[in-house]
């Protein structure tokens, strides 16, 4: 169910078939990560910090299966893209009592890796996933996508969030250069619209049928943008 004009909180605090808050390996995690007493907003940036951190970002790894897109499941593999971590730190902050939703945006990424520019045929990432966090009587924005050993490699700051103010995109990178712009933002959903998703990157990404073929096909995306150009 889309959400883009409800401010209520209460509506994001029920587990959802993507954003599985009462899956065992998610209650775990966010207890191990945060404890319940502390505040919302304490909550919001320790599993921020842990979603980002502690599993890899990988676009190879574009598992679009009802299971592979649950946010357990990153907890699962040790790794995702922005679509399923986001879930995870949707589902971590439910688990703990932080109503939390999920976003998607087009993204256009300016320092994409050459191998996934030609899988893709586009710098436009499409649904690009971000997580809203309710801190403090707001909304906030959230994006754990990017690792920070990853961004280290690719020469971009980590994107930090506070839990005061949005955290959305790596705008530059290190040496100034424009690295991602945001094109249109789809809004946010109590939980992951994967119908959605599937219908608008199989209208974008004309080779998205063969995408099951690389996902998990030993691809170091890592490597590749850590690679000299």
């Known amino acids: 169910m889309k959400t883009t004009n409800s401010n209520d909180p209460s509506a994001y605090l029920a587990p959802g078939r993507y954003v599985d808050s009462d899956h065992p390996a998610v209650i775990a995690f966010a207890r191990r990560v945060a404890d319940p007493a502390m505040t919302p907003r304490e909550i919001a940036v320790k599993l921020y910090y842990a979603v980002r951190d502690e599993f890899l970002y990988d676009p190879y790894y574009f598992d679009t299966r009802v299971e592979g897109l649950k946010g357990s499941h990153v907890i699962e593999a040790g790794r995702g893209f922005c679509v399923p971590k986001a879930a995870l730190l949707a589902a971590a902050a439910r688990a703990l009592g932080v109503p939390a939703r999920v976003g998607y945006a087009d993204v256009r990424n300016h320092l994409t890796s050459q191998r ?45 969030f506070d839990g005061s103010a ?51 096909s030993g691809a170091d995306f890592a490597q590749e943008v850590g690679k000299p150009s």
């Not at 309710?134 to 690719?154: H, I």
Request: one cysteine or more; aromatic letters at 16%; glycine letters at 8%.
């Open 166 to 216: 949005d955290s959305v995109f790596h705008e530059f990178d290190v040496s100034g250069r424009r690295h991602m712009e945001y094109v249109h933002d789809h809004g946010t959903y109590a939980d992951l619209p994967r119908d959605e998703l599937l219908a608008s990157w199989r209208e974008h990404y004309k080779t998205f049928a063969d995408w099951g073929q690389v996902a998990g």
């Open 116 to 160: 996934l520019y030609e899988m893709m045929g586009t710098d436009l990432f499409v649904f690009h996933g971000y997580t809203e966090l309710w801190v403090d009587g707001q909304w906030l924005k959230a994006t754990p996508a990017f690792n920070r050993s990853l961004c280290e490699k690719a020469g971009i700051h980590p994107l930090e």
